[in-house]
């Protein structure tokens, strides 16, 4: 089983950058879709955005045209690169992919 664990999430301010990786313990060339899900306080995990093995995104609404997800398949690592933050970002991100994979979490605070 792919143990996945992500890394850089912290506090930023409204209107700034972050990105988030995820490491793989092993081989994502196989895993068909990974991405990134987010839940805030008193919230549904809910689907961020998210990148087959042919390269096919599909992003919320809500943060089309600020976020970039991509995956380097050399490193094992997906990446989440957020940009234009706004407060409604702040949540817990997770790292997924197919076949129930599932990341700790890194906690991610926008606010002034």
């Known amino acids: 089983q792919v143990q996945l664990v992500e890394s850089g999430g912290g506090l930023v301010q409204p209107g700034g950058s972050l990105r988030l990786s995820c490491a793989a313990s092993?081989?994502?060339?196989?895993?068909?879709?990974m991405g990134w899900y987010r839940q805030a306080p008193g919230k549904q995990r809910e689907l961020v955005a998210t990148m087959t093995i042919w390269g096919r995104t599909n992003y919320v609404d809500s943060v089309k045209g600020r976020f970039t997800v991509s995956r380097d398949g050399a490193k094992n690592t997906v990446y989440l690169q957020m940009n234009s933050v706004k407060p409604e970002d702040t949540a817990v991100y997770y790292c997924?992919?197919?076949?129930?994979?599932w990341g700790q979490g890194t906690q991610v605070t926008v606010s002034s």
């Open positions: 092993g081989t994502i060339h196989n895993i068909y879709s």
């Open positions: 997924s992919g197919t076949g129930d994979l």
